[in-house]
């Protein structure tokens, strides 16, 4: 039985796990918002809120502990200086998961993982291609011009 096992394996070693999450929270510091599969955005997540905790606690020792992590300072900056303010208020619960639904290639569950003091995106209405086009068509027939005989 897997009593206490908390950590999610992804089918990786810990050391390429470890380093596609901190790949994967670098993606979302970088553009705000990652889309992934719904297994490795729960594992990411506490991974990235434990680093704006340390963005928040502010210090050099903290700094240098998401450095570490990380492994790219310009990441750590934006980090410390843009993303960890933002969330001064708040006391835990920083990101957000999204299910998207299934990806077409292999049907795995995809979500999107975006900070929280970001909007939701709104549902898209459904688009009817296929209405579009015999419009389209209709009005190009009705454009033209009727041939004399």
Known sequence: MRHLRRTVKLGRTSQ???SM?????????????????VARA???????????????????HHRRQAIAALHENELVHKLFADIAPRFKNRAGGYTRILKLGPRIGDGAPTALL????RPAPEPEAPKEEKGK???GKEEKEKAKPAKKK
């Open 16 to 18: 390429h796990r470890d």
């Open 21 to 37: 999450l901190a790949n994967l929270v670098g993606s979302l510091i970088r553009h705000e918002r990652v889309r992934t599969t």
């Open 42 to 60: 729960k594992a990411a997540r506490p991974v990235a809120e434990k680093l704006v905790t340390l963005g928040k606690k502010g210090s050099l």
């Open 114 to 117: 975006e900070w929280v003091d």
């Open 133 to 135: 086009a015999k419009a």
